[in-house]
């Protein structure tokens, strides 16, 4: 082998050992943002500025994000932030937090569909299913949003066995059918109070931290 050889085998290790440094550091400074905003969310979730990495990373912010995995991280917390905004078991809610509630549905719907953590993807549907839920107790469709939730909350349970709210609230869909007679266990039946909300909401909010 060459001297020029070498010398360019030489650079690359170093380099390569370089990148592998950076990176480690990196995978500590977003571990630490993430844990710290964490936190800011269960204090103040109407915070926009949450598990932002840029500005904590040596690597470049998309080489960052592909290694470490942040997109997906980012995205779940994300979906359960719109969620929790949208003040579901609110009486009378305005045109923001509907907004956030579409939102909700987009970034969990994302989730659910090609999320890399199947933990994530479980609570995912779960809040999918969720929303359903609560929106069959008004919605003139409860029938077809009841059985959604079902499909959601089954899935949710496909995906993680010892999600312990998919299973509450897959039995709360399954106690509606029986009390709305055959037919719902299949999604019919008619409108209901305020209940799906609790133990169905709640909790599920902050699932997956």
Not at 124 to 133: D, E, K
Request: aromatic share 4%.
């Amino acid at each position: 082998m060459s001297v020029g050889m070498r010398v360019l085998l030489a650079v690359v290790a170093l380099i390569g050992a370089a990148l592998l440094a950076l990176l480690a550091l990196d995978i500590r400074s977003v571990d630490e943002t993430f844990r710290a905003d964490d936190v800011r969310f269960q204090r103040n979730p109407g915070d926009a500025g949450l598990w932002l990495t840029e500005e904590n990373t040596r690597l470049p912010r998309d080489v960052a994000d592909t290694l470490l995995g942040v997109d997906d991280d980012r995205q779940f917390r994300s979906g359960v932030r719109f969620f929790r905004l949208s003040g579901l078991r609110s009486q009378s809610r305005s045109i923001e937090q509907s907004t956030f509630q579409q939102a909700a549905e987009l970034e969990l719907s994302r989730v659910a569909r090609s999320g890399s953590s199947r933990r994530h993807r479980s609570a995912a549907a779960n809040l999918r299913g969720v929303i359903n839920l609560v929106e069959a107790a008004t919605s003139d469709e409860s029938g077809q949003l009841l059985q959604r939730s079902l499909t959601e909350f089954r899935e949710a349970l496909r995906l993680n066995p010892e999600n312990d709210e998919a299973k509450y609230n897959l039995e709360l869909v399954l106690q509606i059918g029986s009390e709305n007679g055959p037919s719902g266990d299949e999604g019919g039946g008619g409108s209901r109070g305020d209940s799906p909300a609790s133990g169905a909401g709640a909790a599920s909010a902050g699932s997956g931290y």
